[in-house]
């Protein structure tokens, strides 16, 4: 641990940080919807075989997509927000909540991101 | 619950479920990288500790490590062993099914056969076509040549006719009956596939491990529990694998236990043995010595209840009063249940405490499996399975038990150890006693009755399933090599469930539950069979039809009889008196039937 005394930023640094979250966040969240489209087709066929497999496998896919997929690209984006919202202002992580990076975060740095985005979450 | 039709079946495509697989082991390969950028770029790059340094650069830097760890984690779990891993083995095992029926349905269209009822329990029979082709005396060339009826028949001389028509029915149905089998065994395979590949993918939806909490008020509490339930994933894992509840096959099995670090595997086997001794999948010297512990543990056990109990029982003033009659009896059944540990760790444990080694062969013994619940189960093999170039497992058949009092059942596999050694000195044999079911106490009425097989069927195929999983370099020539009432388990199993196997040997059989070697769904030429000409066993053929007839269609060799006793010669098959059946035994173990 870095000692309760010390507190340095480059917030540059951090914001390049940032970026890169937003990046994995998209680049995981694209592959993922593209790999469950193409589950959902095979388990349509194997449904329209009578296969036990086609209702499981479609159930699966979708599952992976929203909590497992999701849930990383979910973790990924809200510590990138954080730390965008750190770098502006240098809150606390139990005091951070998603309203703080509609407020504080700089838009011009992470477009597509809007306060709008935001504000849908439910801790907003 | 799969309702597919022999048609949905034939009709499947495989390959697009194979791509899927594909797609998704691409995926997770792709994808993981984006979690390796958030340890390179973010925690050790842009976030290392010269660009922020705090204790909450800490906590950032420490759940970024988190987030990746548990998204790798989950990948492994369900991207790869599941989703990807298991659409291969569906694809495999449908696929497999779809090359049956590719031989069948033609066979069953072409000679006027017809196909009806519901398709788990399909029945085949004779087309009206081929019934007035059979009464009026026009049949089919097939049908003429399996009667041997030749030439022109005779409708006008009513006897003759009468005659005729009644063996060509026979006839065509005896082949409507061997065709129907086949078609269930290949529905029930399928099904099968269909619904453990189903029942996996629905399992993993049920009580998956927490990912790490997202950032804001209550994370520092919810960070506690996070990490509280980290250190116990991996025994859970294992817990739900071993009771079954995680649906994974033993391959998946192979790939997350070959994902886990040594630290972890060691743990498991030190502190959860009794999970992993049994597990089809775990490699087989983790299974020993897991297995070997819980041996010693229960030994120990029945040790300490039995003393308890007669403590006990010395407290009861009246030694004639029921309390004491039936504790007596209970620990008379725990003395009974020691001795059958203790016979068991002797014979596979040497005077030092280490694995006994087989002498004749020089391979050591390897404990797979055992229990104590109904008449007692073992696998024991000599020789590793993993390392082995041939593996034979033998079935044993009525009153095999986990007693092996006069170690009969260790006889026969050092016998076939020996043999196969002799046949084969240059290539290891690893032949396995395969007691992995309750087998039948007595002749009748248990041995009449199929569900001693049923209930044995999944784990002679998952057992089949779990040595194609730990194999290491080449897959092994596998057998299974069933006596008496061995024969009914593994054709059972190999019908209902699949067998992953190359051959199968049946010895002194009552019938393997099909009439036609087309429904083990193995190499036709690759099943064999025998039986001495004084086997009592010739009288009793209760489970169908002979495995050793022609119409049956396995390979047949000889084995002798020994002495003229017939019941005697139901149990002499690896007695020195047959080594000419040995021999051909000894073949197939070592894949040298070709020769």
Known sequence: MSGADVFTMDPEEVHNAVAVLFEVEAEVEGQTVAVADATAEVAGNLKDANAALGAALDEAGEWWKVFRAGGFTGLVGNTGEYLATCAEEAVEIDDYNAGKFASFADHDLYPGRASENASARPDW | ?595
């Not at chain 2, 891993?85 to 066979?107: C, H, V, W």
């Not at chain 2, 009580?207 to 520092?220: A, I, Q, R, S, V």
């Not at chain 2, 002797?346 to 390897?366: F, H, K, L, M, S």
């Open chain 2, 1 to 595: 619950m799969s309702d597919m039709t022999w048609k949905d079946l034939r009709d499947l495509d495989c390959e697009a479920l194979r791509t899927l697989g594909e797609s998704w082991k691409s995926y997770t390969s792709s994808v993981s990288e984006q979690a390796q950028r958030l340890r390179d770029d973010v925690v050790k790059g842009h976030l290392s500790i010269e660009n922020y340094e705090s204790d909450t650069a800490d906590m950032v830097r420490e759940q970024v490590v988190m987030t990746a760890d548990r998204f790798e984690g989950d990948l492994s779990d369900y991207a790869l062993v599941r989703l990807s891993t298991g659409m291969f083995e569906a694809a495999d095992a449908l696929e497999a099914e779809q090359r049956e029926l590719e031989e069948l349905i033609p066979l069953i269209e072409d000679r006027g056969f017809a196909i009806s009822g519901d398709p788990h329990g399909y029945e085949v029979g004779l087309s009206e076509w081929l019934r007035d082709a059979i009464d009026d005396l026009k049949p089919p060339q097939w049908l003429k040549d399996s009667t041997g009826l030749y030439g022109t028949m005779d409708s006008d001389a009513p006897v003759a006719a009468n005659t005729q028509i009644t063996e060509l029915r026979i006839t065509a149905d005896t082949v409507a009956d061997q065709y129907q089998d086949w078609l269930r065994a290949v529905m029930s395979r399928a099904h099968d596939a269909d619904d453990d590949a189903a029942g996996m993918l629905a399992t993993m939806r049920e009580d998956p491990p927490e990912l790490p909490p997202h950032f804001g008020e209550t994370y520092d509490d919810l960070l506690e529990d996070y990490k509280e339930e980290l250190s116990e994933e991996v025994a859970e894992e294992m817990q739900a694998i071993a009771d079954g509840s995680s649906g994974l096959s033993p391959e998946q099995v192979n790939q997350w236990w070959e994902g886990l670090s040594d630290a972890e595997r060691d743990a498991l086997v030190a502190e959860h043995p009794e999970w992993v001794g049994p597990v089809d999948g775990i490699p087989v010297e983790a299974r020993d010595t897991a297995n070997r512990a819980v041996l010693e543990s229960d030994i120990a056990a029945l040790d300490d209840r039995i003393a308890e109990m007669e403590a006990e029982l010395s407290g009861i003033e009246r030694t004639d009063s029921v309390e004491y009659l039936k504790l007596q009896e209970e620990i008379e059944g725990l003395r009974e249940e020691q001795v059958e540990l203790e016979r068991l760790q002797d014979r596979i444990t040497d005077d030092e405490g280490n694995p006994a080694v087989y002498e004749a062969t020089g391979q050591e013994y390897y404990l797979l499996d055992f229990d104590t619940g109904g008449s007692g189960q073992m696998i024991v093999s000599i020789g590793n399975p993993d390392e082995a170039a041939n593996v034979n497992a033998y079935v044993p058949g009525t009153g095999s038990s986990l007693a092996d009092e006069n170690g009969t059942l260790f006889d026969r596999i050092q016998a076939m150890s020996d043999d196969a050694q002799d046949m084969d000195p240059s290539r290891e044999t690893a032949t396995v006693l395969w007691l992995g079911y309750d087998a039948p106490d007595n002749v009748v009425p248990e041995a009449t009755e199929t569900e001693w097989a049923q209930e044995g069927a999944e784990g002679l195929e998952s057992f089949t399933q779990g040595l194609r999983a730990t194999a290491e370099g080449d897959p092994a020539n596998l057998t299974l090599t069933g006596h008496s009432y061995g024969t009914t388990m593994i054709g059972v199993a190999a019908a209902s469930e699949g067998v992953d196997v190359d051959n199968i040997v049946f010895t002194a059989s009552p019938g393997v539950g099909v009439d036609t070697v087309s429904a083990l769904g193995v190499d036709e030429e690759n099943v064999h069979a025998t039986r001495n000409d004084r086997d009592v066993i010739q009288y009793g053929m209760v489970h169908g039809t002979d495995p050793t007839s022609e119409a049956f269609g396995a390979e047949v060799f000889h084995s002798d009889a020994v002495g003229v006793n017939p019941k005697d010669n139901h149990s002499t098959y690896w007695d020195d008196g047959n080594l000419a059946g040995r021999r051909s035994m000894a073949k197939v173990f070592t894949g040298q039937t070709g020769d």
